[in-house]
């Protein structure tokens, strides 16, 4: 019998090639949008994904994806649609050949009709329009080109790929609300290598967009740990003090404690999210292997000056969460140890006073054994002199000196059994 494969062995190896690039001759433009649900939720309704997906589909009576499709590409008419569902959200990118007359026209994101986009499960994160020309013979009529796109104070351009094209962009967002980028291709440059480039400026914008939603988090978590940070302070600081009780700030404390892991759990995707896309940035920049144009700023520069901060101010959040969680902890330590000592302390006196106490009642103890002697023997001599009384009269002793020589014999027999009976006690 041949070995069995592993049950997952080939969808493994088909991941791998779930998302090839495109494949774009040149000129030609491309249209990418990116559609993420408000919430920080991962675990989004795919079903309504697929649904907005095929209503666009039937409109151009195309096929369908499979039902558990990540990926799908189709044909919409003259464009090529690809279609891929991430964690978080979903993108769709329309290539079509040829470029409008009018730079990045708003009339080329009409492949992606108004109404259609409107019904969308989520919201309008990323929009991005790039155009793809053959480069020009002189690098100043890029360079004009550019000036008159783009805004020249945050224009970014370098040569990418071994300078198998001029990329260009401005990050901003331009008044019909689209990003807009420019690819120069020098001749020669295959297709898959002009997909490969159009592709990783996508990547670039959508994961800058997704790693900054971490910011705007931050900014919210920095507010509320101002607002613990001085409470946090006085309790730390007020930790040999009298007042509070050790009790009462235990329990503000452990109140502070609980906030800041309630903070924890609601920031920890997003924060953690964000580390994943900046690296993903970061590296999706590093393969295009930029040289500088004309001494204009690289993407790389750009991303180090205006992106790289608000990285750091998130991670400066994060790291303050953890500090300020990690110090309550060992104030609650500490606390915790205070209270412990006094409440020996405390104990320790109690045993104290308790053995007072019992030192007291032993005491009392032995004064009542003393008249319980007394009340036993009183009765113990009546008894006795009823027993003897026969034996006085033949002896000639009157009934009063015989009780009189029983008291001090019976008195020290009873002592003496009580004596025995504590001893045996002991």
Not at 194 to 203: D, H, K, P, S, T
Not at 413 to 420: A, H
Request: net charge neutral; with cysteine.
């Amino acid at each position: 019998m041949p070995i069995e494969d592993h049950p997952q062995r080939y969808p493994l190896v088909n991941e791998l090639h779930a998302r090839p690039f495109p494949e774009l001759e040149v000129p030609c433009h491309a249209v990418y949008v990116a559609i993420k649900e408000p919430s920080d939720a991962a675990n989004r309704d795919r079903g309504r994904d697929r649904a907005h997906l095929l209503a666009l589909l039937d409109r151009h009576a195309t096929t369908h994806p499979t039902p558990e499709a990540t990926h799908f590409s189709a044909k919409l008419g003259k464009t090529d649609l690809k279609w891929e569902s991430h964690t978080e959200f979903v993108t769709y990118s329309a290539f079509t050949k040829g470029v409008s007359q009018r730079a990045f026209d708003p009339a080329e994101v009409e492949v992606f009709p108004e109404d259609w986009l409107s019904l969308a499960p989520g919201k309008r994160l990323v929009s991005v329009l790039i155009r793809v020309e053959p480069m020009p013979d002189s690098e100043a009529d890029v360079l004009a080109k550019l000036e008159d796109w783009f805004v020249p104070e945050s224009l970014a351009a370098s040569h990418v790929v071994d300078g198998a094209a001029i990329i260009a962009g401005d990050f901003r967002i331009d008044s019909a609300g689209h990003m807009r980028f420019a690819v120069f291709v020098r001749p020669g440059t295959g297709p898959r290598r002009v997909g490969r480039i159009v592709q990783r400026l996508c990547e670039i914008e959508t994961y800058r967009a997704m790693s900054m939603l971490g910011l705007m988090r931050s900014r919210t978590l920095t507010g509320r740990l101002n607002a613990l940070d001085p409470k946090l302070s006085a309790l730390v600081s007020g930790l040999d003090a009298a007042e509070p009780s050790p009790e009462a700030a235990l329990h503000e404390l452990l109140t502070i404690s609980a906030e800041l892991e309630s903070l924890a759990v609601q920031f920890s995707f997003r924060f953690g999210a964000t580390g994943a896309y900046e690296a993903i940035v970061h590296q999706r920049i590093e393969v295009l292997r930029e040289q500088r144009v004309e001494g204009r700023q690289t993407f790389g520069e750009f991303m180090m000056r205006r992106y790289d901060p608000a990285m750091r101010t998130v991670k400066s959040a994060e790291g303050r969460l953890r500090g300020m969680a990690e110090r309550a902890q060992r104030a609650a330590e500490l606390l915790r140890t205070r209270v412990d000592v006094e409440r020996s302390a405390q104990n320790q006196k109690l045993l104290e006073s308790m053995d007072r106490r019992a030192d007291l009642q032993l005491r009392l103890q032995r004064t009542v054994e003393g008249l319980s002697t007394v009340a036993i023997s009183y009765y113990a001599v009546n008894l006795a002199a009823y027993a003897v009384y026969p034996v006085t009269e033949p002896l000639g002793l009157s009934k009063g000196m015989a009780t009189a020589l029983l008291t001090p014999v019976v008195i020290l027999l009873v002592w003496l059994m009580v004596r025995r009976i504590r001893n045996h006690l002991d």
